[in-house]
């Protein structure tokens, strides 16, 4: 496999009143893992269910509960870290992490602190063709969600769901290499097809599957490469941890806002505190949630209820060599064997369901032309729509089949439109439509050239004016086109033409 | 005490497999007892219906010759345990009236052998303390006495209840639990006789946690052999704890034995510094028996011995703190009464600082402070290391003997409110035991002799971890040639 090549795409630039400024982000995206059951109970994770029921007694944290781990998430995690092309550890441990909530049942949320289930690995941010951000991913770790507090449905209690509690979460945690707000948004945009084609996690940001905390900070040019060569952090400026987002068009907001706060303190003379922010989008601004001083202890000690988590490279191997054909690599393939553009191949890669579609229409065809049907007529109707590709009224079959039926000259491109608005429609095999509805293309030269002559003979004075303009031969094929009910092969259709007119 | 109540398990079972008496006799005998004896505070719920009705179906299984192992024997239940449908508040006023809806392992596991169940033992809250006098129920008094003065003794702790109860024959055998000594150290002060297992053992599941990774359940009966038949009901692997070990349970009633040629038994050198003088003539009369029943007795060193009390008193807190953070008011037990415009806060604060006793309050304070960011190196992490050396330790001293012999306290039972005000002496109760739980190892308990006051005296045997049948064997043996029958004289 060949990859494709990439530049680095230059960093957001803010211009101060005084400098010019760069922006530093670092992100740390909580996933849900995919999986039916919590990561260390056997209560279902499925969505939109009546408020606490699903929550078992380990959810609850009744006396005396222990948690058990579900070997299945701990393979999800795996499988998202080879997918990030990054080192799995061997063996890693679960901690607690302490702290009250009346959404924390124990008390404490299981996570792992020290030592996380997967190392270092690298995200390829591509941003526009031949240009991706290589973003460093420090680790991945496995812990517990926590439940909801609703605060608005009485004037005086709070109440507690407990649905989400306990149901399993991948933090992947970048290194600060993000270097702009539209980064961060396509960051997250590729971890989640990542994650979809993995099927490690739904990628649903609505339902909360995916959401990001946003660690933002400004420096000057130049700190950040200084920031790069010596690993040390104080070339960096202080930074702020916007939580809990789950929009890409808020996450820009949020870091755009963000920045320029920071840059507008620094400016002032002042410096930028370190602490835990939220983002309001109806306002457009972060504000503070709590300081570095207010920040929690959490006394992270290794979880006595639970064994470290431990296996085999074999195992791992196991996991790897199930491992789908990722984003890059596809999107890399489709270049090099359809012959689509590297924008092209971005497009028919954004999903699996998209790419397979694409792959069954391409497969002994023309891949250029494939792409343009799949990409313009059959994903935009889709998209216009808001059809699932999985739904999609024309299959890849009947669309293959309309591509053949211009491929054999059996219908033109205009034609080819019709019949796939047919299919849409109404369906049919596209070939017995063509057939039942007489929409094959008419190459027989005989019938054209009566048709032409018709056409003539019907308007000897524009077949005057023809002769001594021949651009409007143009319009003699449009006519003859109208009157063939646009089957005659407009080739055919313009020699004839230009020849009877005498013109070249 | 009523003969019936105060019958060895093996005894029982006997008579009720020869149909000699029958469970509910026996059970009938036993809730009178508990009914009489209110000052002891042993039983903190007693349940008669149940009881009775367990008893009538052991009867049948008895009558019907297919009765499980444990058919008929009524048996009682630290307080530690959740039972379903009646209530477990590990004497805690946090929990208060907590009921659960689910049956720990161990205890299913003994209901399942076709145990009776007669009710719920007192205990030290949440099983932190060596005396049974920090529960909301009240403080447990030993049914033993110093020779000629009626003060009251405590029965130990944390399992003083089930070592009350079955010195005073109120049940045939009960379970406990022990994360720094609470099963050994309540049976040398009672006269009984109690097993810690090795750590994995016993499923956890459903035990109320102090420290999970000390934690673990045991039984204190009247006999070595009684501690074997009820282990072995109570063990197991259980796939809910994932802390719990996958190998089969022996047969350690099979493994009893008089006899120890051929064994080699360790006495650690450091277990005798600042002992005193009738302790150290009880553990050199149990070596003298040992040594009578055949084995080789040789000195060992255990050298970070010291070490071990402190760094329990760091890694117990430490886990007891988080594994107390549950106790919120929000979902079940106490919540305190809050005032008008109180928040979250306030409501933990106060629910928490009602419901939970002062020497709890302590530790979970403790173990916040070692856990704590600037302390968890200085603190915890040291005391993980001091817990790998004091591993280590064992296993370098099991190189070379079969199992070791070492008091089980420093001396016998003190009166109740005598530690009061000073909890590191209290701490220092379990000199002796913790050791094991640091190092998972199993002990047993047996009681030898009298101390000068009247009091029982135990020694503990301490074995190699999963070896539970090698120091039953060594305790029957030790038993045997004890002899110690003495009984608390009634005056309850």
């Not at chain 1, 799995?88 to 009346?102: A, E, M, Q």
């Not at chain 1, 706060?261 to 504000?287: C, M, S």
């Not at chain 1, 553009?341 to 397979?356: K, P, R």
């Amino acid at each position: 496999m060949t990859a494709l090549a990439y530049t680095e795409p230059a960093p957001k630039v803010i211009a101060g009143l005084k400098d010019d400024w760069e922006l530093v982000i670092g992100m740390e995206v909580h996933a849900q893992v995919a999986s039916k059951s919590k990561l260390f109970s056997g209560a279902s994770t499925a969505f939109g269910a009546e408020p606490n029921s699903n929550v078992s007694l380990v959810d609850a944290a009744m006396p005396g509960m222990l948690p058990v781990i579900n070997e299945f998430c701990v393979e999800q995690a795996v499988r998202t870290g080879l997918g990030l092309k990054a080192e799995i550890n061997l063996r890693s441990v679960f901690d607690r992490k302490n702290y009250f909530y009346p959404d924390l049942p124990q008390g404490y949320q299981i996570s792992q602190y020290k030592h996380p289930v997967v190392g270092e690995g690298e995200v390829l941010v591509d941003m526009e063709p031949g240009v991706g951000r290589r973003v460093r991913i420090e680790r991945i770790h496995l812990e517990q969600d926590a439940g909801k507090s609703i605060h608005d449905m009485d004037p005086a209690m709070s109440f507690v769901d407990l649905n989400r509690t306990g149901v399993a979460l991948m933090e992947i945690v970048s290194r600060p290499d993000i270097r702009g707000p539209e980064e961060a948004a396509e960051y997250v945009r590729k971890l989640r097809q990542i994650l979809r084609y993995l099927g490690t996690c739904d990628g649903n940001m609505q339902e909360g599957s995916l959401r990001a905390d946003v660690n933002v900070s400004v420096c000057r040019r130049g700190a950040y490469e200084k920031y790069r060569e010596t690993g040390d952090f104080s070339h960096l400026g202080t930074r702020c941890e916007i939580k809990n987002m789950n929009s890409m068009r808020f996450i820009q907001q949020a870091i755009e806002f963000e920045a320029r706060r920071q840059i507008a303190i620094i400016e002032d003379g002042g410096t930028v505190d370190q602490e835990t922010r939220l983002y309001d989008p109806v306002k457009g601004e972060t504000r503070s949630m709590r300081s570095k001083e207010e920040a929690h202890d959490y006394r992270y000690f290794p979880d006595p209820d639970l064994l470290p988590l431990e296996f085999s490279q074999a195992w791992v191997d196991g996991i790897g060599a199930s491992l789908p054909e990722l984003p890059d690599d596809k999107k890399a393939r489709f270049v090099k064997d359809y012959g689509v553009t590297e924008y092209d191949a971005s497009v028919l890669t954004a999903d699996v369901e998209h790419a397979d579609f694409f792959e069954a229409v391409a497969k002994g065809r023309d891949g250029k032309q494939a792409a343009n049907w799949v990409i313009n007529e059959l994903f935009g109707r889709l998209n216009k729509e808001s059809t699932p590709v999985s739904e999609s009224p024309v299959s890849a079959a009947q669309l293959g089949g309309v591509i053949d039926l211009i491929a054999k000259g059996d219908i033109s491109g205009k034609i080819a439109k019709d019949l796939f608005e047919i299919l849409w429609t109404e369906g049919g095999d596209p070939a017995e439509v063509v057939e039942a509805r007489g929409m094959k293309q008419v190459t027989d030269t005989g019938a054209i050239e009566a048709a032409v002559d018709e056409v003539l003979a019907a308007n000897p004075d524009k077949v005057e004016q023809a002769k001594a303009k021949p651009s409007m031969a143009g319009w003699f094929v449009g006519q003859v086109m109208k009157a063939t009910q646009g089957k005659a092969n407009p080739q055919a259709v313009q020699a004839l033409v230009k020849q009877k007119l005498g013109v070249e | 005490m009523d003969e019936l109540s105060s019958m060895t398990i093996a005894e029982a079972r006997d008579r009720l497999r020869a149909r000699d008496v029958t469970s509910r006799e026996i059970t009938e005998a036993c809730l009178s007892e508990i009914e009489s004896a209110s000052a002891l505070n042993a039983v903190v719920t007693s349940t008669p219906d149940k009881a009775l009705e367990m008893a009538d179906a052991a009867d049948a299984a008895l009558a019907a010759g297919d009765a499980p192992a444990l058919a008929g024997i009524p048996l009682g239940v630290k307080d530690v345990f959740c039972t379903e449908g009646v209530r477990s508040q590990a004497a805690s006023a946090i929990l208060e009236d907590f009921t659960p809806t689910y049956e720990s392992t161990v205890t299913a596991k003994l209901w399942d052998a076709g145990a009776v169940h007669l009710g719920k033992l007192n205990m030290d809250e949440f099983a932190m303390g060596s005396s049974t006098e920090h529960t909301c129920y009240g403080a447990c008094v030993s049914p033993w006495r110093r020779a000629g003065d009626t003060a009251p003794i405590t029965a130990g702790g944390s399992s003083g209840g089930s070592a009350a109860a079955v010195a005073a024959g109120l049940c045939l055998g009960a379970t406990g639990t022990d994360t720094g000594g609470s099963i050994r150290q309540p049976a040398a002060f009672t006269g009984t006789t109690g097993i810690k297992p090795t750590y994995g053992r016993c499923s956890r599941w459903g035990i109320i946690a102090y420290a999970s990774s000390l934690d673990q359940a045991g039984p204190i009966a009247r006999s070595v052999r009684d501690c074997a038949i009820l282990l072995g009901a109570m063990a197991g692997h259980d796939p809910k704890d994932s802390t719990s070990a996958d190998l089969a349970v022996p047969d350690f009633e099979a493994a009893l034995t008089e006899d120890l040629r051929g064994k080699r038994i360790g006495l650690p050198k450091e277990y005798g510094e600042g002992l005193g003088a009738e302790m150290q003539a009880t553990w050199d009369k149990g070596a003298e028996m040992l040594r009578d029943a055949g084995a080789e007795v040789v000195e060992i060193s255990l050298p970070h011995t010291k070490y071990a009390l402190p760094a329990y008193y760091i890694i117990a807190p430490a886990e007891a703190s988080s594994n107390l953070a549950r106790y919120d008011g929000v979902r079940y037990g106490y919540r305190a009464e809050l005032a008008q415009g109180d928040g979250i806060v306030e409501m933990y604060e106060r629910t928490r600082a009602e419901g939970f006793g002062k020497e709890v309050q302590r530790r979970v304070l403790v173990g916040a402070y070692v856990l704590s960011a600037g302390y968890y190196d200085a603190y915890y992490l040291r005391a993980q290391r001091v817990r790998t050396l004091i591993k280590r330790d064992f296993e370098a001293a099991f190189e070379g003997v079969d199992a070791i012999l070492a008091p089980a306290t420093p001396g016998p039972a003190f009166g109740l409110g005598e530690m009061e005000g000073d909890p590191v002496q209290m701490y220092l109760q379990d000199v002796f035991t913790v050791t094991l739980n640091l190092a998972g190892l199993p002990g047993l308990s047996v009681p030898v002799t009298l101390a000068s006051n009247g009091l029982p005296l135990g020694l503990q045997i301490i074995g190699k971890a999963w070896d539970e049948a090698g120091i039953l064997g060594v305790g029957h043996a030790l038993e045997a040639r004890a002899g110690f029958t003495a009984k608390p004289e009634r005056w309850w």
